[in-house]
Nanobody, 127 residues
Framework: VQLQASGGGLVQAGGSLRLSCAAP????????IGWFRQAPGKEREGVSC????????YYADSVKGRFTISSDNAKNTVYLQMNSLKPEDTAVYYC?????????????????????WGQGTLVTVSS
């Protein structure tokens, strides 16, 4: 299964972007879908994820209050709405899927293997 990521681009600080992660035809009732990001010279960071089973969500402290993750189950698409963007949000964002039967938390990023990846999409925030 190939997740299809889109929505990156160039935006000024304070602006907004919406990333999408789609998996047409894939049944993902028992999965969590989320986003990593990796900036040049920095470690990969788990940003946010959502359980397709119970709708629970997780946000990294660095994005809490600014980013919102949501899902459209009819379209098999997960969205990451990014508001109040900062230059430090500049990174390649990757969507990913994990096999999860319960609520999500940081443990998804720290301990669970990624089952499926999407291609990266570049987000650049200018100051």
């Amino acid at each position: 299964v190939q997740l299809q990521a889109s929505g990156g681009g160039l935006v000024q600080a304070g602006g907004s972007l919406r990333l999408s992660c789609a998996a047409p035809g894939f049944t993902w009732d028992y999965y969590a879908i989320g986003w990593f990001r990796q900036a040049p010279g920095k470690e990969r960071e788990g940003v946010s994820c959502i359980s397709m089973r119970d709708g629970s969500t997780y946000y990294a402290d660095s994005v809490k209050g600014r980013f919102t993750i949501s899902s459209d189950n009819a379209k098999n698409t997960v969205y990451l709405q990014m508001n109040s963007l900062k230059p430090e949000d500049t990174a390649v964002y990757y969507c990913a899927a994990w096999w999860v039967t319960g609520a999500v938390s940081r443990l998804v990023f720290d301990f669970l293997p990624v089952e499926y990846w999407g291609q990266g999409t570049l987000v650049t925030v200018s100051s």
